[in-house]
């Protein structure tokens, strides 16, 4: 029970973590920093405690067969790009609204799982998918004023993206260990950030404690909220992890609401409610099923 409780606690964590990074970029670009540095602090974070927690521990890193390391970097170019694309739309968009068109990703994950995959596609998952881009559509649809295209375009993209990581990592994770897998994707995303930088873009720091501080905070948040979700799932059943996680669009959209005064037209509620019911009905349903 008390392994329970502490599992608990950790998705409480990660959810708290993760739903707060949204506004907390958007804090640093307002500031003067650009997605491409925010995208680099996060990635740059997560590498280098991983690999500090490595070198604390006696597990060394898996040689990888060809296929694998192809598989890693096509992981690690997908979560570099989600770690641009989910900041830089917050500065187009209202953080509520980047925050439930990315999280449409479950949704791809079942596309991709279908598509690629060829998983079963359950009425319940059929049923998911549907609820979740109906929600994203009446969201943006529904909004009081017209949304930057540019906006959604990359919010879309860091829910592919996401989807795509998780889809195609799944596996990788369950061979090589939570660590492992940690280390190699962050580290080779933040290498796939400073060849964008190079030949893209560059460097913009932020300005004032605010803007510093809400950088530091992208980067450690990010960081909390991955490791505290996987060291809860060895503490409790993955169904019921991904069930309390659900938490997190709810906080992300509490706390853009209060940092930025940020509130849905009517519609947009709805909208908001549907993408939300359909992140949770795998969890409680389907996979409960078996």
Known sequence: MRREWLGFALVVVSALSFGSTPSIARLALEAGANAETVALVRCGTAAVFSLALLAATTLRLPRLTAGDAAVYLAVAACLATQSFAYPASVLRIPVSTAVVIFFLFPAVVGVVGWLVLHERLTGVRAGGLALGFAGVALTVGAAPQA??????????????????????????RRRSGILDFTVLTQAAAC????????????????????????????????????????????????????????????????????LFGEAFAGLQWLGAALVIGAVLIGPLFDRSRG
């Open 191 to 258: 290498g796939f950030v400073l060849v964008g930088l190079t030949g893209l873009g560059e460097v913009r720091l932020p300005a004032g404690t605010v803007g510093w501080t809400a950088l530091a905070l992208s980067g450690g948040l990010f960081t909390i909220g991955m490791f505290a979700f996987f060291g809860a799932l060895s503490l409790m059943a993955a169904v019921r992890a991904a069930t309390v996680a659900n938490l997190e669009p709810l906080w992300a959209i509490f706390v853009a609401m209060m």
């Open 147 to 172: 949304l930057d295209p540019v906006g959604v375009a990359l919010a879309l993209t860091a829910a592919v993206t996401t989807g795509l990581a998780i889809v195609y990592g799944a596996k990788l």
